[in-house]
């Protein structure tokens, strides 16, 4: 079967009423949702966690006051098309805007896409020149798009070129592909990402532990076994994992496949995507509970992308606070199950 990628098809497979009704919602992005992420759809629950995923919603033509065409200020922060420059130490390299399934609530929603912005090889060459000449980039985080939908030569060439730069230390891969395209990553992907001088790390994104199925962990495994050490990264999304017990079992789903769950982001400002948004009250919640639930090695830092282009913060919960008695230099500390203890200043 065939990624789907239109209305009429996923009216064929039942999981909209009506193409017409959505044409406005998918103007704004495009479709593409694959075999593996169909399979896990109940169709007998309109509510369906993965279907919310990738499949348009009329909801997405009602655009909110605060919401922005690019909420994480990429274009404020790129010297080079193709770079993203926040931090002094990291770029961010974006060679491709082509995704294997197109998730409604992307970030980078209105970039992404089958005629979204792949840089040209002159381009690619300018931004690796960029990273090249300066020699306080460590870290290059290959990103789009999806990387991995780069064809394994081109992919292997662009980190081989990226790990003769002497002062790259990590190329991190961000990537949707071994979980909703796990058939993708053949042999010649995995050998396109094994270990090289530089360290190299793939952070995977999940965001239901349904996405975690026989096929994904299967890949999962046998990129851990080729000596990639993997990451998860979640979004928080309003009816997809914003309760208790789904992100308690999504991480240690992630854990048992041994990916080390690393962000859960908080949901970013973006143009028609109100109906996915937790407030982060409401996460600092979720995350007090799993770490009364979870151990250290499955708990993820959840982080707010500060719009305009000014990185990641944590934010939250803390379990500290001040200390309303005698002594005015102790704190007050929260255990993982609620108690509050004092803590001497
Ligand atoms: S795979 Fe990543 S970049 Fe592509 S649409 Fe989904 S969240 Fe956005």
């Given at each position: 079967?065939?990624?789907?990628?239109?209305?009429e098809?996923?009216e064929?497979?039942g999981?909209?009423a009506?193409?017409?009704?959505?044409?406005?919602?998918?103007?704004?992005?495009?479709?593409?949702?694959?075999?593996?992420?169909?399979?896990?759809?109940?169709?007998?629950?309109p509510?369906?966690p993965?279907?919310?995923?990738?499949?348009?919603s009329?909801?997405e033509?009602?655009?909110?006051p605060?919401?922005l065409?690019?909420?994480?200020g990429?274009?404020?922060?790129?010297?080079?098309?193709g770079?993203?420059?926040?931090?002094?130490?990291?770029?961010?390299?974006?060679?491709?805007?082509v995704?294997?399934?197109?998730?409604?609530?992307?970030?980078?929603?209105?970039?992404?896409?089958?005629?979204?912005?792949?840089?040209?090889?002159a381009?690619?060459?300018?931004?690796?020149?960029y990273?090249?000449?300066d020699?306080?980039i460590?870290?290059v985080?290959?990103?789009?798009?999806?990387?991995l939908?780069?064809?394994?030569?081109?992919l292997?060439?662009?980190?081989?070129?990226?790990?003769?730069?002497?002062h790259?230390?990590?190329?991190?891969?961000?990537?949707?592909?071994?979980?909703?395209?796990?058939?993708r990553?053949?042999?010649?992907?995995?050998a396109?990402?094994?270990?090289r001088?530089?360290?190299l790390?793939?952070?995977?994104?999940c965001?239901?532990?349904?996405?975690?199925?026989?096929?994904?962990?299967?890949?999962?495994?046998?990129?851990?076994d080729?000596?990639i050490?993997?990451?998860?990264?979640?979004?928080?999304?309003?009816?997809?994992?914003?309760?208790?017990?789904?992100?308690?079992?999504?991480?240690?789903?992630l854990?048992?496949?041994?990916?080390?769950?690393?962000?859960?982001?908080?949901?970013?400002?973006?143009?028609?995507?109100?109906?996915?948004?937790?407030?982060i009250?409401?996460?600092?919640?979720?995350?007090k509970a799993?770490?009364?639930?979870?151990s250290?090695?499955?708990?993820?830092?959840?982080?707010?992308?500060v719009?305009?282009?000014?990185?990641?913060?944590?934010?939250?919960?803390s379990?500290l606070?001040g200390?309303?008695?005698?002594?005015?230099?102790a704190l007050?500390?929260?255990?993982?199950?609620?108690?509050q203890?004092?803590y001497?200043?």
């Amino acid at each position: 079967m065939e990624t789907l990628r239109t209305l009429e098809a996923l009216e064929r497979e039942g999981l909209i009423a009506s193409a017409a009704d959505l044409a406005e919602a998918a103007e704004s992005m495009a479709i593409a949702l694959t075999p593996e992420m169909l399979a896990l759809i109940d169709r007998g629950d309109p509510a369906d966690p993965i279907a919310r995923q990738f499949v348009p919603s009329v909801a997405e033509t009602r655009v909110a006051p605060g919401e922005l065409a690019d909420p994480i200020g990429d274009e404020a922060r790129s010297p080079v098309k193709g770079i993203v420059h926040r931090y002094p130490d990291r770029v961010l390299l974006k060679p491709i805007h082509v995704c294997p399934v197109y998730c409604r609530f992307c970030f980078r929603r209105e970039k992404v896409g089958p005629g979204g912005d792949t840089l040209s090889a002159a381009e690619l060459e300018r931004a690796l020149a960029y990273i090249t000449a300066d020699p306080k980039i460590w870290e290059v985080i290959l990103t789009g798009g999806d990387p991995l939908m780069l064809a394994p030569r081109r992919l292997a060439e662009l980190i081989g070129r990226l790990d003769a730069i002497p002062h790259v230390g990590v190329i991190r891969l961000h990537s949707r592909v071994p979980i909703v395209d796990p058939g993708r990553v053949g042999e010649a992907l995995v050998a396109a990402l094994r270990p090289r001088r530089a360290a190299l790390w793939l952070a995977v994104h999940c965001n239901h532990p349904r996405e975690l199925g026989t096929a994904t962990r299967a890949t999962l495994a046998r990129l851990a076994d080729a000596g990639i050490p993997l990451l998860g990264q979640t979004v928080l999304l309003a009816g997809v994992n914003d309760d208790v017990d789904t992100l308690d079992a999504l991480m240690r789903g992630l854990v048992t496949a041994r990916v080390k769950p690393y962000y859960l982001h908080h949901p970013d400002l973006v143009r028609g995507t109100g109906h996915f948004r937790v407030t982060i009250e409401r996460g600092q919640q979720l995350m007090k509970a799993l770490r009364g639930r979870l151990s250290g090695l499955a708990q993820p830092t959840y982080v707010l992308d500060v719009p305009g282009g000014h990185g990641k913060v944590p934010v939250g919960p803390s379990f500290l606070s001040g200390y309303r008695g005698d002594d005015p230099d102790a704190l007050l500390v929260e255990d993982a199950f609620g108690k509050q203890h004092r803590y001497p200043g």
